[in-house]
Structure formats: C-alpha cells, structure tokens
C-alpha cells in the first residue's frame, strides 16, 4: 500500500477547471539574462502572439492553433524584443511576446480572439489555454511595470520575463499574482448565489472579492460573505484553484459553512443575491430553471463549486 497523504482525491479538484491545464516545463531555476536570446535561436521555439487582450489563431483545418513559429511571427510585427520565454514542451521552448500588426490587417488564415471568448468557447485544448494564462498575465505585468515603482525610472526585463530591473536604482520588480477569494456558502439544503450588475441576465454565481494585505483566505472569505450579503460564516474550507488572467489573479475556490440565512444584501456590489434550494441549483446546470437562471460555464471555478455541491450528500 503506497503512503496517502490524507484523504487527498487523485485527481486534484483545480485539474478540472480552464486555464488551469499548462503543461509547459518552467525551468525557473534555469532562467537567466540571456533565457529569451537563447530559446529564440532553438529553431523549434513556438510564440505565442498577443495583442491588446487577443490572442493570434492560426485556422488549420477545422481546428486553431496558437503556436508561431519564428518565420511566421516577423510578417505579424512581433515585437521579439519584448518576448517573454514561458518554459519548454517536448519540441523546444514556447515564448509569449506582443504583436502590433492591427487586426483588421491580419491574414484571412489568422484570427485575434479575445482570451474570455477562447475560453468559453473552448477554441484551444486545455494544455494551450494554460499557457495562455501563464503568457497574458506576465505580457500584461510588463506593459504596466515600465518604470521603477521606487524612483520612476526606466526598467528592464530579466531572468525571461520574470523579473524587471530598475536601470537607475537596481531594485528588482517581480511579477504579480494577485489572489481573489471565491466562495460558496451553504447550509445542509441551501447555497448562496449572486448577481454582479454586470452579469447576462439570468446568470448567478458564486460570491468573490480580493484578498487584502495582511488577510489569510479564510478570513477573506468571512468578511467577504459578509460585506456583500450580511452572512456569518463558520468554518471555510479550500476547494480548488485557477489562473485568471484578467490580468494576473489567482481564483481561490472555497465552501463556507452559513451560520446565518438572513441576507443583507450591499447593493453597491449586487443587483441580487439569494438562497437556492439543491433542486433549484441542480435544475440551473441543466438548463432548465423555470425561471431562466443558470450558473458559470463548466470551465469557471464557480460552477465547479456550485457543481460539487449540489452533487454532495
Ligand atoms: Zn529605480
């Protein structure tokens, strides 16, 4: 009998949701000054191609790919100066780097698409999708850490794309991930599900808000819950994870057990914000709510959370 660590599944929870599945071999240790001039001149290195929270597709057949070779990234006005090197496949290094040939100047065979409709249309295989979260959130870091926090001056890119150094006072600047606590809270027959204002009718979800400095996860999920819906919740446990590169957020997944079930509701965050029975939930996955409500897309975190629930004892 091998050890087991606790009660862990074999399949971890995360593995389930989108941009969750990058396979690329970071190498972090490996990554020096030179990562990107040396990957560039593998002549199986693979670009990824970004530009203003698209990403390039090139149609092959019946299906998109996402990977450009070097001769292929030159007519598309690459800028390989800024290319980030995200890690290695079995073929060789996979870089990200921003492209400036305007859209409408594209190619027939290639197409820039946004990252939410690529994900929620599933236009690329889970493995891409991944490295696509990996990519945006670094290439949207540097477009924003051009100068030095501390002195304002210029900064420039190292270690590949995972660092920036100041050129007047040398202070490093390191990428961020910034965690957003998502949480589903029930009771033994009810969960709890929102409605951002921004939301298309009839979707509820799960409640979320960032996780402030100096807050562990669970304490951001009770003040969380509570701010935006007047519920006290006891214990909070941790479900799963996701990369959510809008631009660099972490998505932590978490239940929280409802000590209450009146709701006050802060209107400023919510348009609506309501108990569902198991029945009603389960009806909302399938499509089939009378009232026409329905739940995140299989690949968000939420519905994984929702989904998990409303299967449990
Ligand atoms: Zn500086």
Not at 267 to 278: G, H, T, Y
Request: charged share 25%.
């Amino acid at each position: 009998m091998p050890f087991r660590l606790f009660d862990a599944p074999e399949r971890e929870p995360s593995q389930s949701v989108g941009f969750a599945g990058n396979l690329i071999d970071r190498q972090s240790e490996n990554r020096s000054d030179d990562s990107v001039e040396k990957a560039l001149e593998d002549p199986g290195a693979r670009v990824m191609l970004m530009r203003e929270g698209r990403l390039l597709l090139k149609r092959i057949e019946d299906r998109f790919d996402a990977h450009f070779l070097l001769n292929e990234c030159d007519p598309l006005e690459t800028r390989l100066d800024d290319a980030i090197l995200l890690g290695f496949d079995e073929s060789g290094p996979i870089l990200a780097a921003p492209c400036l040939l305007d859209t409408e100047r594209l190619p027939e065979t290639i197409k820039a698409i946004d990252h939410r409709s690529i994900y929620i249309q599933g236009l690329i295989d889970p493995a891409a999708l991944g490295a696509l979260a990996q990519g945006a959130a670094l290439l949207s870091w540097h477009a924003s850490h051009g100068y030095c926090g501390r002195c304002g001056h210029r900064t420039e890119m190292r270690a590949g794309g995972y660092r920036r150094r100041c050129s007047a006072c040398n202070t490093e600047h390191f990428p961020r991930t910034d965690p957003v606590a998502i949480m589903l809270s029930v009771t033994a027959d009810r969960c709890l599900l929102g409605r951002g204002k921004h939301f298309a009718p009839g979707m509820y979800s799960a409640l979320a808000g960032f996780i402030e400095p100096g807050e562990t996860i669970e304490a951001a999920v009770r003040r969380e819950t509570f701010e935006e819906a007047g519920i006290r919740l006891g214990r909070v446990v941790y479900h799963a994870s996701q990369p959510w590169p809008f631009p660099y957020s972490l998505m932590i997944g978490c239940f929280g057990e409802a000590l209450s079930e009146d709701i006050s509701a802060d209107m400023n965050e919510l348009e609506d914000c309501r108990w569902f029975s198991r029945d009603e939930v389960l009806a909302a996955m399938a499509g089939n709510h009378p009232g026409g409500v329905f739940v995140p897309p299989s690949g968000a975190i939420a519905h994984h959370l929702i989904r998990h629930w409303a299967e449990s004892e």
